[in-house]
């Protein structure tokens, strides 16, 4: 039997193509994260693990997943290491991950992540919980540790939100406050702890069995937390920290610190992950499993293609928003990511309200052409059937999948009355955009397009004018 990854097996691995910290790993976490999804592992623990290795060991972190104990529970299993394969251009590499070094699970271990909040060598709380993530629960969590670190007299926290949500720092902030019921506790933590906002990127595809089977292989020991990505990173905060300093350490770890995050964040949420939720729902429907396969569609990339450039860069404020699109569909081409349309299609009715709307909100504003989004919302309302054109059927997995199922089919075959019952929901396209006639008309006519020609034949047919 292969051994397993753990603090002593790491000591015996020395093949040429794996990287291996040789920091002393610290016993208290600097940071807490909450949501230890693949993306934290492969994205910022990685940013921490640079910073743990140039000698800094406040970086240490206790990565608390909210609910699943599976992964939690794998990495204590191996003393919280495991590996990531990072490829691009053809090449593989792999490094070994130290940043982690406690796990724990919100729902079983709340004490812990309380005490963890509150310990004076504790830093920064950094959040991946997901869009649908931010809650009162979350709310409650945070400011249990926050209440307890306040009565222990402990320094204020930088707390950085790093999920797709436009302006997440103030979100979360907003969200605590109004949670906190005691405005001693509101002002503490008004005063003494920042809410950065943040723009993270790094494509970082849930783990599969084929992850640990190659890991296993260049490792010599079995690691059962192996994740796969690309080398492209890329991390922008605001500087708003709690411990000033903390932009000069950052900065020397690759992390680009700035006044506003705005063009960022607009760029990265509406022309990657934009044309992610639209490469989704059509490589759903016509049966492609990953974004890979998708962009080998010519009629996809060029769908995708003029998406970006008609219809959002026009509203974006990023320099080089051109070179920034090339630069996104060579990464959704890199043939080791695997990134299933499914993943990225979950959870779409609350992705759309940051990746789409503002796009095509900003066009309507200035006159221009809503076309290309609205044939992916008449994509997302085809794809909510829960079928692909060839007949196979496949689970939505949504937090309104029953209802949006229920939506898509109930007028089978009229666009214009599914189109209109599924505008009409509330809490994605926005008050303004659902009551623009001008949008409505196009979604329909998409909707139609698409049940005369078929997904493909409709790009197709957009792709011409
Ligand atoms: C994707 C993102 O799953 C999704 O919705 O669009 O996870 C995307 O891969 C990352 O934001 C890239 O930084």
Redesign the pocket.
């Known amino acids: 039997m292969t051994a397993k990854l753990n603090a002593t097996a790491v000591l015996t691995i020395s093949s040429p193509g794996v990287a291996v910290f040789d920091y002393p790993r610290p016993v208290q976490p600097g940071v807490v994260h909450l949501g230890l999804g693949a993306?934290h592992r492969a994205h910022q623990a990685l940013v921490f693990d640079g910073l743990l290795q140039s000698g800094d060991p406040r970086w240490g972190v206790l990565g608390v997943a909210m609910r699943s104990t599976a992964v939690a529970d794998t990495l204590k299993e191996q003393d919280g290491l495991y590996s990531v394969q990072l490829s691009s251009a053809g090449k593989t590499r792999c490094q070994i991950v130290g940043s982690i070094v406690q796990t724990c699970v919100a729902a079983r271990e709340p004490e812990q992540v309380t005490a963890a909040i509150a310990a004076a060598s504790t830093r920064w709380i950094t959040l991946t919980v997901t869009e649908k993530g931010y809650t009162a629960e979350l709310a409650g969590l945070l400011l249990k540790g926050l209440a307890q670190r306040r009565v222990e007299g402990h320094a204020g926290l930088t707390i950085a939100s790093c999920d797709?949500l436009s302006g997440n720092g103030d979100k979360l902030k907003a969200l605590c406050l109004q949670a906190a019921g005691d405005e001693g506790l509101r002002r503490w933590i008004s005063d003494r702890c920042t809410f950065p906002n943040s723009m993270?990127?790094?494509?970082?595809p849930a783990a599969t069995p084929a992850c640990s089977a190659a890991a296993n292989a260049v490792l010599g020991v079995a690691d059962e937390g192996a994740l796969a990505t690309e080398e492209f990173w890329e991390w922008v905060i605001e500087e708003n920290f709690a411990d000033p300093e903390d932009a000069a350490v950052l900065r020397g770890a690759g992390v680009n610190v700035v006044a506003s995050v705005k063009p960022f964040e607009d760029a990265k949420l509406r022309m990657?992950?934009g044309s992610?939720?639209a490469i989704a729902c059509i490589g759903a429907v016509l049966g492609l499993p990953t974004v890979f396969d998708c962009v080998a569609q010519p009629e996809i990339r060029a769908f995708i293609h003029a998406l970006m450039t008609e219809e959002i860069i026009p509203g974006i404020a990023r320099p080089d928003a051109p070179a920034y699109r090339d630069a996104l569909l060579e990464r959704f081409a890199n043939p080791a990511l695997n990134h299933s349309v499914h993943?990225?299609a979950t959870d779409s009715s609350k992705?759309i309200p940051q990746r789409w709307v503002p796009a095509a909100q900003s066009q309507l504003d200035c006159g221009g052409s809503v076309d290309r989004l609205a044939l992916a919302a008449a994509a997302w309302m085809n794809y909510c059937r829960g079928e692909e054109e060839g007949g196979a059927t496949f689970a939505l997995n949504d937090p309104q999948a029953a209802n949006l199922q229920a939506l898509a089919t109930q007028y089978k075959g009229n666009a214009a009355q599914t189109a209109g019952v599924m505008l009409d929901l509330p809490g994605i396209w926005g008050e303004s955009l659902s009551c623009d006639t001008r949008w409505r008309v196009r979604v329909k006519h998409g909707l139609s397009r698409i049940q005369a020609l078929g997904l493909r034949g409709a790009l197709a047919e957009i792709n011409i004018v």
């Open positions: 993306f797709n993270v990127d790094r494509i970082v990657l992950n992610h939720s993943q990225i992705k």
